[in-house]
């Protein structure tokens, strides 16, 4: 099985709704996340690739001009936890590009949250 990943940057506020008044993250705050959507195919391409870079550019450009510097509260019809826009960009970009396998949101360098799908 062949792998690869790229990532994609935006700034983003948000505020996590069912949290304590007293826990950060139920005020408005703001991160840099970081998204990595990973491809996998068992096959390579005529020119040897699971997938041309280039050809993750709608990716780049859906996150530059729907998520880069707006609040999340405003643009997902759920709880902007990392964890749930995970699984909305997995299922978003799988229409699209048939490698997607799974997708990770980092809001920090320390945090990341995977959505994968099952490999049954």
């Known amino acids: 099985m062949y792998k690869i990943s790229k990532q994609f ?4 506020s948000h505020i996590l709704e069912g949290l304590s008044q007293d826990h950060p993250c139920s005020r ?3 991160h840099n996340y ?3 959507v990973h491809l996998k195919s068992e096959q390579l391409n005529a020119v040897g690739f699971v997938k041309d870079y280039r050809e993750l ?3 780049k450009q859906y996150i530059d001009r729907e998520l880069d510097h707006r609040h999340l ?3 997902f019809p759920f709880n902007p936890t990392a964890e749930n826009m995970a699984k909305y960009l997995y299922d978003l ?3 699209e590009i048939s490698e997607v396998y799974a997708v ?3 809001e920090t360098p320390k945090t990341t949250a995977i959505y994968e799908a099952d490999s049954k």
Request: charged share 25%; aromatic share 10%.
């Open 73 to 75: 509260n405003d643009i």
């Open 104 to 106: 990770e949101v980092s």
């Open 28 to 30: 408005l705050h703001g």
């Open 57 to 59: 550019d709608s990716i």
């Open 34 to 36: 970081v998204v990595t």
């Open 9 to 12: 940057a935006f700034s983003a």
């Open 93 to 95: 970009f799988k229409k």
